[in-house]
């Protein structure tokens, strides 16, 4: 489905009119009077059970409004009928495994994952064991005891792509949670496919100004409840002000991606032909698994541009050291241009074997094209690529 601009811009605001605002109020109260000790003692119950609203919030920990307004926007633009917001991409992450634990012995999962998922799921320390499998294989692998599918497309760093719908299909009744940190709401949206959960960190394209950390969750009300349960015992809360500044973020995300996509596509045909440049990962270039998903589950191809250098290591770290417009810097889907070496920085958890086998190279550099003028973008690479 289209992405659309009129929710982005109006989603969550629905009752600005009555309020007679025209910005969301910010509600940082940690704890709210409670005069009728038997209403209070209602909501208690209800928001310790997982409800997304009471009468009566209560305490922070259990509702907050300012969060639960960027929550029903996130919703409404990933076509969800709830999201439960955290602390980072991760809490949502570990959230998420909590609340599968009751429901399975094990999560399969599909690599290669962001660094910090793969590293969570590999640890077992939210007690659950991961089964690392090919997308391909999960029909065979798949049991009745399946607490969940983990994927990741695109994915983290080589922007490979997962067949959604083909993994919802072969998981069953198993339910399927993709994080979609790399394309947004704009680009994909996982629940149209089948998926059950969707995880984002927050913190890259929604934020969009590198100036908050946050993950969500879209999924139905019944994956809701469970993970507010959890929120509301461990405790993995998006501050008010936090869920203030995604709230603010999302009427510009569209514009913001489209943009930052528009100079990743130029970039990455430049990038493809230039002599420093082994192999240039980008899915409009054909160059990424299951690049003809391009255009049906996902509608662009991004911001992302992971590439190999010739020069290895050394050029890598070179190019790290003198771009000047760029920042030399791990994190993404900010409005200003990142660069960053997966095998030393984001991808160091892994063990050398694995990331050689999902190309994180020591000469692989992964780029999250800003907003910036498109041919500053490409002067400042220019200069720090070793010399034609
Ligand atoms: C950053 C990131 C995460 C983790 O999110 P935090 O907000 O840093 O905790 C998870 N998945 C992907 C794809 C990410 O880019």
Avoid at 230 to 240: E, I, K, W
Wanted: proline share 5%.
């Amino acid at each position: 489905m289209k992405f659309s601009q009129t929710q982005a811009v109006h989603a969550g605001r629905e009752d600005f009119a009555e309020l007679g605002v025209h910005a969301p109020p910010l509600d940082l109260s940690t704890t709210y009077p409670i005069r009728d000790l038997d209403a209070g003692t209602a909501s208690f119950d209800a928001l310790v059970a997982g409800a997304a609203q009471a009468d009566n919030p209560i305490y922070a920990r259990l509702f907050n409004p300012t969060v639960a307004r960027f929550e029903r926007a996130l919703a409404q633009l990933e076509g969800s009928s709830d999201a439960v917001a955290f602390a980072s991409g991760m809490a949502a992450t570990a959230a998420c495994l909590l609340a599968a634990r009751g429901r399975g012995s094990h999560v399969l999962a599909v690599r290669p994952l962001y660094g910090t998922n793969d590293h969570l799921l590999d640890s077992g320390l939210m007690g659950v064991p991961v089964r690392w499998i090919e997308a391909a294989a999960i029909a065979d692998e798949v049991r009745s005891d399946t607490a969940l599918v983990f994927i990741e497309t695109p994915s983290n760093p080589t922007l490979d792509l997962v067949d959604i719908a083909a993994v919802v299909k072969t998981a069953g009744k198993v339910p399927v949670l993709v994080d979609s940190t790399f394309a947004t709401p704009v680009l994909q949206q996982p629940l149209r496919q089948g998926a059950r959960l969707v995880m984002h960190s927050a913190t890259k394209f929604l934020g969009g100004h590198g100036d908050v950390i946050a993950g969500v969750i879209a999924c139905d009300h019944e994956w809701g409840t469970a993970l507010r349960q959890v929120r509301a015992v461990t405790g993995g809360l998006l501050h008010p002000l936090a869920a203030y500044l995604l709230h603010r973020s999302l009427p510009t995300l569209a514009l913001r991606v489209e943009r930052a996509q528009a100079n990743a596509i130029t970039l990455a045909q430049r990038l493809s032909t230039h002599a420093a440049v082994a192999k240039t990962f980008f899915p409009a270039l054909g160059t990424v698994a299951n690049a003809h998903l391009l255009g049906t589950q996902m509608t662009g191809p991004g911001t992302m541009i992971s590439f190999d250098l010739e020069g290895g290591h050394a050029a890598a770290a070179q190019l790290m050291r003198k771009v000047k417009v760029a920042t030399p810097a791990v994190s993404l889907g900010s409005v200003d241009t990142l660069i960053q070496h997966p095998a030393g920085l984001t991808h160091r958890v892994l063990d050398e074997a694995t990331r050689e086998r999902y190309a994180i190279t020591p000469g692989l550099v992964r780029l999250s094209v800003g907003i910036e003028d498109v041919e500053d973008l490409w002067a400042d690479l220019q200069q720090a690529l070793p010399p034609r």
